[in-house]
Every structure is written in C-alpha cells, then in structure tokens.
C-alpha cells in the first residue's frame, strides 16, 4: 500500500469508542491522543468513577495508609473525551459498528477499544455471600468496605484462597496484628502462579508471620447467625472457625457475558485477538475494526509457541492499550505486534516479588542467585531446556538481564556465573498444576490455540463459578 492509501485509512477514522474506563481504557485513550487522533473519544464504564488503579487496593488501602478514593489515575494527556461512567454495555453490533448500552443509548463506532477486565470470582453460595462480613476485593468499593472492616479490628479473619489478592490480605491483616486464616485447595499458596516450588516457600513466609495457613483445605460452609451476621466457617478438614470476616480471593472472571450473540470470539478466558490487538469473530477472521486490551485479552505470544495467553497484569494492561491504539488508527502497513513479555509484582510479607515470562509454561525451576535463608533470591524457570521466565524476591535489579535472557531463548538451566550463585545449579520439578485445574488466582496461563473453537462447556457458560469446595481432581460419577 502507498503512503498515500495509508493516510487516507487513517484519516477514515473519525468516531472511537473505549470500552471499560481503568487502567487499559485510560491507557489507551492516552495514547490515541498521543498517536495525533483527533475525532471523537468517547469512554464507557460501568463503575461511577474516573479510572483508579487497582494494586493499592489490596496493599496500602487496606492497611490505611491510602484512602481508596486516593487511588484515582492521573491522566497525562488533555483527552477531550466524552466520559459515560456508571452505564455497562449490554451488547455489540458487528453489522452496524454500534455499542448498545444498559440505559437504551447505542454508540456508532469506526473503531472500537474492548477493555472490560475482569471482576472478583463470588463465593458460590448466594444466601452465604450475602452475609454480612463476606468480602471481596476488585473494585474501590470493596476495598473501602474491607479496610473498615479491618479496623474494627475483628477477632479472625478468614482469606478463602491463597493466590496473590488472597496472600496480600493476609500479609495486610498480620501488619494489623489480626489473626488471619488462610485456606488453600492445594498443596501451597500461589501454586497456580509460582508452582510448587516457589508456592512452597510463600507457604513458609505466611506461617513465620503468623499466619494459620491451611492448605489442602477448602471451606465447605459460610454460616451467620439470626441478625445475618458472618459468625464461622465449616472446613473440608472438620475444624470450625469462628470468625468475623470472611474475604473471598478465588480469582477472576473476565468481563464478557456482554458479548454474547456478538460473533466475537470469546470463552471464559477472555476473547480471543491477534499480536496486532484486533479481534477475531467466531469465523476465525480477524476484524479490522475491533481491538482488546488488558485482561480481557488473551492474545498469542511468540515465545510461547503462539499459545493464546490471558494475563492479570498492571504491565500488560497499560502496553497491550498502547499497541491496540497505535494499530486503531495506522495504515495496515504499520501495524505493530504485541510481544511484551508478561511481567508481574507483588509486596506480601515484607518481601517484593517481581516475576517476568510466563511461570505456568515451564516444567523446571532453578535457584540461580541468592538464598532462600536471606530472601533474597532469583529463580529461572525453564521449559524443555529453554529459559522461559524468572522470578526474583527482593532482588528485582535482576530482573532485565533475565528478561533478555527469556527473549533470546537462552538455555536453561542458564549460564550465570553469578558470584551470589550456588556452586551447582539444581533444577527441580516447576510443580503447576496440571492445566485445566483451576487454581485460585492462576495471574498468567495458557487458553489454548484459539482463535474461535472454544469447547462447549466454556463457549456461552463463562461465568459458571467453579465452586472452590470441591477438592482438585474430584470427577463426579
Ligand atoms: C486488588 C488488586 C490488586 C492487584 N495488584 C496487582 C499487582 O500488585 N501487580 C500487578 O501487576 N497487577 C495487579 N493487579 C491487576 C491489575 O490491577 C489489573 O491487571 C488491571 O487493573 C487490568 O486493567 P484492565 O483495564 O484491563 O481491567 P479492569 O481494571 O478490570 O477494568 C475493566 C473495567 O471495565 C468495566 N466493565 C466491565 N464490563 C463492562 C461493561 N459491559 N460495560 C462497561 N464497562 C465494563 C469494569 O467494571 C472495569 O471498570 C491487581 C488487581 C487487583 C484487583
């Protein structure tokens, strides 16, 4: 295509429509603005406020440190934008080009941003949920509610699931000096996330810190008392705890029953898109028209052999928005690909956990430098004798050399030389769960090949909650 052609595409693109006003939406509203667009923006979210930014929730929010209408993004760039904030969208029109929202109102569109992240898992039990002292944490309202909660100072917390969002209230409640229960279905916090090997470790930190971690476990029961009160929790090991709050941390559900009859290609992942952001339909065609960003996304990366991956990462959120706008208003000639490598970071137990590359994808991990006694330490992770991520705890300077080392495929276990090493490296077993075993708060995965033949129990039922009480690898007769 002549440069000629390729202004005159750009030039096409008049009306853009944002869907999902957080880190993604605003990230990209940005950068469109950067990019030199200067039609009409227009940003829809079904949350009442301006975009926040959600790891502060479960961290200094919760310890009182931040109020939780603190946590509002600034924004960098003037976007002239048209905000609708408090009004979800119901559906999409491919024939039209046209977003039909809650309250009636339809929004034409020569392109349109897809950025509807996920929301908390719910506990499965709706008359439980509801009673009072059953939290979650996602949006800025659960965490006011849980950090009042915490400074009543209750007699027991109970954190059902040991992924990140679950580890991090722990930690939050020992800073507080509160007693905290943690269960986790399996054999350690963070499987899902860091594998065994490293879960085995965070299952260390929490029980020096005085956390009652229960693994192997599940919470069978929520009981309240007459007034509806939360009063104590039926474990899978028989005990009974009597405690005053309960906070849900089962992981994410993406934000995609509003699609449904769109023909985009979707399933409880998130929906399926391209390295240039632009989603499929159900067809297996790549739109021209339609992008995802964030972690509604699942898109293929090519170190991990073009695998779709759906990630729950501040990083990914603000890079995939900046890709997916670049390509929403350049020439078919100057399409970028989206290959940032995932990357993650954590704060739990007075330790910063940084990782970068896809954990669940390896099969072996290997200390490479510093030592468990110290916590000071990084871990290569390696799949098939190929470095495919790393993770580091409090020694995140690190992080770059590896992040290089993942990009150039260099072999695994690697050859570091590092004076802090041990004398031999000693990789063992990853420990990940077996794929398709949910876990609570997995944060980085696999979804399959794609693009638009998801198996039929995940295709139209994305929300279905998997209840958490059923013990890993249970198959009814
Ligand atoms: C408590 C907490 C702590 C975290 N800590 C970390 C951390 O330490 N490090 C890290 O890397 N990541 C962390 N994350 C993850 C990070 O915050 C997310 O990856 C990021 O917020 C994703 O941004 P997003 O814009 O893609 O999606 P979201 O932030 O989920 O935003 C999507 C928005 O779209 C809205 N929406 C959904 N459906 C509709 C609809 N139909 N119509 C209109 N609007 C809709 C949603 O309500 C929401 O406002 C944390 C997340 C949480 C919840």
């Known amino acids: 295509m002549k440069s000629n052609d390729a202004k005159k595409t750009v030039s096409s693109v008049q009306r853009i429509v944002i869907l999902g006003a957080s880190l993604a939406g605003l990230s990209a509203a940005e950068a469109l603005r950067s990019e030199g667009f200067a039609g009409t923006l227009t940003v829809i979210g079904d949350e009442p406020y301006a975009p ?38 119901t559906g999409l029109n491919l024939d039209n080009r046209e977003v039909e929202l809650a309250d009636g109102r339809r929004f034409g569109f020569d392109r349109l941003l897809i950025a509807t992240g996920a929301r908390a898992r719910p506990w499965p039990d709706s008359a439980q949920a509801a009673l009072d002292g059953v939290c979650l944490l996602r949006t800025r309202d659960d965490a006011a509610q849980l950090r009042a909660r915490l400074a009543a100072r209750p007699k027991r917390v109970l954190v059902i699931g040991g992924g990140f969002i679950g580890s991090e209230v722990a930690s939050v409640c020992r800073e507080l000096g509160l007693a905290v229960t943690v269960t986790e279905r399996s054999a350690t916090p963070l499987i899902g996330a860091l594998g065994a090997a490293a879960g085995t470790l965070a299952g260390q930190l929490q029980r020096v810190h005085g956390v009652d971690l229960r693994c192997n476990v599940t919470v069978m029961a929520l009981e309240g008392d ?92 603000i890079e995939q928005a900046r890709t997916a706008a670049h390509n929403m208003v350049s020439a078919p000639t100057d399409l970028r690909a989206y290959k940032t490598l995932p990357a993650f970071w954590s704060r739990q137990f007075g330790v910063n956990l940084k990782t970068v590359g896809l954990l669940r994808f390896a099969d072996e991990v290997v200390l490479t430098q510093g030592s468990i006694s110290e ?92 209840d958490p009480r059923v013990p890993p690898g249970f198959r009814p007769k």
């Open 52 to 89: 926040y930014d959600r790891p502060p929730l479960s961290k200094n929010v919760l310890t009182g440190w931040l109020p939780a209408e603190h946590t509002t993004l600034p924004q960098s760039v003037d976007l002239q934008a048209e905000w609708l904030l408090g009004v979800p969208a």
């Open 375 to 466: 916590r000071r330490l990084v871990a290569a992770y390696g799949y098939k004798g190929r470095i495919v991520a790393a993770l580091t705890v409090n020694m995140a300077r690190w992080l770059p050399a590896y992040r290089a080392m993942i990009e150039d495929r260099a072999p695994f276990p690697p050859v570091l030389h590092a004076p802090d090493g041990p004398a031999e490296l000693r990789p063992v077993p990853a420990g990940f769960p077996f794929r398709g075993q949910p876990t609570h708060s997995p944060n980085a995965t696999q979804t399959g090949p794609g693009p638009s033949t998801p198996p039929p129990e995940e295709s139209s039922t994305s929300t279905k909650v998997k």
């Open 226 to 317: 007459e007034s509806g009160r939360l009063r104590r929790a039926y474990l899978s090991d028989g005990d009974i705890l009597d405690i005053d709050v309960a906070v849900i941390a089962l992981g994410a559900i993406r934000n995609v029953e509003w699609l449904h009859n769109s023909r985009l290609a979707f399933d409880s992942h998130g929906i399926a898109c391209d390295a240039a952001c632009r989603a499929f339909d159900t067809d297996g065609m790549v739109t021209d028209d339609i992008f995802v960003a964030g972690d509604v996304a699942r898109w293929p990366h090519p170190l991990y052999e073009g695998e779709l991956l759906a990630v729950e990462h501040w990083g990914n959120a």
